[in-house]
């Protein structure tokens, strides 16, 4: 039986590995995912023959690539989450209303995730788009839901970070870490002063759910930091992303 279970895990992380392989490279051949993991021909041809019968991977001539079945389950997926309609609704009018990058991110483990994003008329180019994940500690979002969690979940949550640093002003260190959860949680808000990039500053704030004692995610606006100094994100941001944030949460609890 523990052979077969064996087996089992075997085959599965298989195929995995090979839907990791066409996310990265997009389109490839089976001989590239021969090579590239060590696999025999009859092993890939069996895995990808099956992941086509069940419509995960479209081949293309002599290559493969993923289908956009894993949209369909991604947008089942975002459906789910609490509100997200209003979540649109209130993203959209954040970014045209800053002329800046919108977004709602969620965490899933030790990381966020976008699970929505809209842009103004000036925004940064930092790669963000829906589905990009990242470190929890090295955002304004993220580290908006970290304060905002249970103290059971925060010290899970930080033992298990690895604390790497993405920009030139991330927080490496637990202790400096916790005090900013502190003084986050006491705010309102989080800031990310070029932690997560070079070049880019933010402001998130933690929406919470109905009956629930985790944030559903955060609210945050990005953009340049020699266009979002410290000076407009307290005058003016501020207030905008806290005011999205209560009327998302206040609809939320009465919907």
Known sequence: MASDTNSGVKTTESSLKIIEELFERDTVSREHLEERLDLTTSTVHRHLATLREYGYVVKDGN????????????????RQIEGYPMIKQKIDELAHSTDERSQ??????????????????????????????GPIHASAAGKAILANSPESVQNELLASISMEETGPNTITDESEL??????????????NLEE?????HAIGSAVQ????????????VSGPA???KRGRIED?????????????????EHS
Request: no cysteine.
């Open 63 to 78: 290559s493969y690539r993923l289908s956009f079945k894993f949209l369909t389950v991604g947008g089942h997926l975002r």
């Open 104 to 133: 709602f991110m969620i965490r899933e483990g030790n990381e966020r995730v976008y699970l929505y994003t809209e842009i103004g008329d000036n925004p940064v180019q930092t790669g963000a788009h829906i589905g990009r994940r």
């Open 178 to 191: 916790r005090q900013d959860l502190e003084v986050i949680r006491e705010q309102g808000y989080a800031l």
């Open 196 to 200: 997560s990039t070079a070049g880019v």
């Open 209 to 220: 759910g109905k009956g629930q004692s985790e944030p559903i995610g955060a609210i945050s």
């Open 226 to 228: 020699t266009r979002l």
């Open 236 to 252: 003016e941001l501020v207030d905008l992303v806290l005011a999205a944030t209560n009327e998302l949460e206040l609809h939320i």
